[in-house]
DNA sequence: AGCACGCCGACT
DNA sequence: GTCGGCGTGCTC
């Protein structure tokens, strides 16, 4: 019998397929594209995915290495899924292997395959234990609004694509949960898949999904799970036995053979971006997954994306608005902006915001104060010498974090003992400047002295868990002050919020970065969303946001005032299209790192030159220009931004050009990023 | 990207 | 004498 031949995807930065040798063995089926291989490369022995069976290969016969084994065990992966990688692959302009391999979980490509074994069998239980009946446990009353938006969505035929616009407490949720009823009615194996941004910031819709759904099976997908329950639940969607999915962006990657209509929570929230590796926008690809399908896919937001906002206006997703709020008796919060110009704030708070939160304290009322900001002071500094607290390897300040007595850099692992006096005078009074959650919390505490003040942030909750066991507390009515970062804008309704004060939102105004004014916008629209949803107690007045500003005119913080995303939105709409900025062009950004910036920007200028830059029409080269943070853990970095109005002259010019620049072999580290979000 | 080989510098 | 720095070469 003449021998088999594996064509094998593997997770290697080399740009081509690997073939090995099969050698039929007693009882082992030939292999099946689809299925996972285990394969000798170099000196490791590594998982790939067989894309292509063959009775030949062009590899010489001393070079060709034969297949470990097969994971028979574990049903083949689908052509569809195959083609979703290789989209992903193409389009991200990565190998095929480094997007499919690290989309399976890990213990499926490790030699051993116990675990596989053991979670094969823990399914088989599952599916026994379930009733598989989709219908739904009892369901809240649709507004007329939310029911015309589930018939549209359940009623589609083929792939569309829809923009839910409405805020917070407009009942988004439920016009998820009562689609994916109908979906499922529909079709007995239906598989609906749930984007969520953080599903441990979300577990009250997990909590949700289960009751609603208690009859059939559910899996959730995230980085936070142990290696042997991701696989289980990974499992449990590739096989089908699962049929709703709920997963943060990586579940996007996920092997769901049934799948009927995608749902993404939040779609403008930045998360869905993966920032290392691969860096894909699970957005982006849902919606070309559901194209892929001819399924439809719901993109949910109170603040969409201005790339979805466009997509809407020129009719290519349908815009389905929830104007009006579902729960009962809840109106929208007031919105009002302190002018910190004229009231000058003490420990970081306006008398105004004093006055506010003292009324809360009297009424019995949480109040949330909103600060970007974690530790107790941004950096320290001496007065006498003008000594201030660098990291060393960073362009970045050490950020004084005084509870564990440490000076610390965000951006490496670098931290030291704040030093008792200063470290080029000797001085013994160094100052804090500026203010963390830390500094603030220290300060309430001492204003309100029989408040009970709780800071949640990536500090307070360090600790498996805990994030969860702070929001209970919270929940349990056993805090009066909550001070929070950004984790706290997210997924929690706090009943008995009445107070939501954004205390220095001003320097996203002013970023380098185009698109921060946008995640500005969305990032208090959402903090303002914790407050006044189920809080509304009969004849209440409504919550109250208090904007601390230094620009009071801003027309950002005039939409917010007024609740009118859309203007905004166009606004910046317009203004990007002035300017020539996405949605309105396409870009690629070429990043390069080195011990030294002049390495680095030489070979992006050397880059920006090359052969294929000539040879490609419609192409914009900008100049190689060092990074806004130039320095971190001791390397430089720079970039360089190709623009292009057409996506396909964009992608052409990619391939030709990363194809020249491998070959260029030189001593930088490199890499290019598609439609990258942070500029 | 890993991983090994290989050839020069300061430690027990 | 060896441990280990990172240059370079290869992966079916």
Known sequence: MEPIYLTIALDTPLDRLFDYRWLPADGCPVPEIGQIALVPFGRQEIAGLIVGLSHQTEIPADKIKTVLAVRHQCPALSPQWI???????DYYQRPLGEVAIPALPKNLRVPKATSLDRNLKKLAKLQLAHEHDATPNQEPTLNAEQQAAVETIASTTGFASYLLYGV?????????????????????????????????????????????????????LHSGMAEGERLLHWLAAHTGQARIILGTRLAILSSLPHLKMIVIDEE???????QEGLRY?????????AHQLGIPVVLGSATPSLETWQHAKAGRYRKLELRQRAVQSAVLPVV?????????????????????????????EQSLLFLNRRGYAPVIHCDACGWISNCTRCTAHLVMHKLDKKLRCHHC??????????????????????????RLEEGLKVLFPDARVFRIDADSTRLKGSAEAAFDTVHRGEVDILI??????????????????????????????????????????????????????????PSEVLIQTRYPDHPLYHALMAHEYPRFADDLLEERQQAAMPP?????????EARELETAIAFLQTASQCEPVHAHAGITMNDPIPMTMVRVHNVERAQLLVESNSRPALQAFLKNWIAELRSMKVRVKWGVEIDPVDI
């Open 281 to 289: 926008s699970a957005r982006d690809l849902a919606v070309w997954r």
């Open 336 to 364: 009002k902006i302190v002018n910190t110009e004229r009231e000058k704030p003490s420990e970081g708070l306006t008398q105004r915001l004093v006055t506010a939160i003292r009324l809360r304290l009297e009424k019995g």
């Open 268 to 274: 403008h929230d930045p998360s869905y971006k993966q």
């Open 584 to 592: 309105f062009i396409y870009q690629a950004l070429l990043r390069a």
């Open 413 to 438: 692992s670098f931290e030291q003992r704040i030093p008792r006096a200063c470290p080029t005078c000797g001085n013994v009074d160094l100052q804090p400047l500026g203010r963390g959650t830390q």
């Open 484 to 541: 929070g970062t950004q984790m706290v804008a997210k997924g929690h309704d706090f009943k008995n919020l009445t107070l939501v004060a954004a205390l220095n939102p001003d320097s996203a105004l002013f970023s380098q970065d185009f698109r921060a004014s946008e995640r500005l916008f969305a990032q208090l629209m959402q903090v303002a969303g914790r407050a006044g949803r189920a809080g509304q107690r009969e004849g209440g007045n």
């Open 83 to 89: 083609d979703l990688c290789r989209f992903a692959a």
């Open 168 to 220: 917070t407490g407009s009942g988004k949720t439920e016009v998820y949960l009562q689609t994916a009823a109908r979906v499922l009615a529909t079709n007995s194996q239906a598989q609906i898949l749930i984007l969520v941004p953080e599903i441990n910031l979300t577990p009250q819709l997990e909590g949700n999904i289960r009751q609603r759904f208690s009859g059939i099976q559910i899996a959730t």
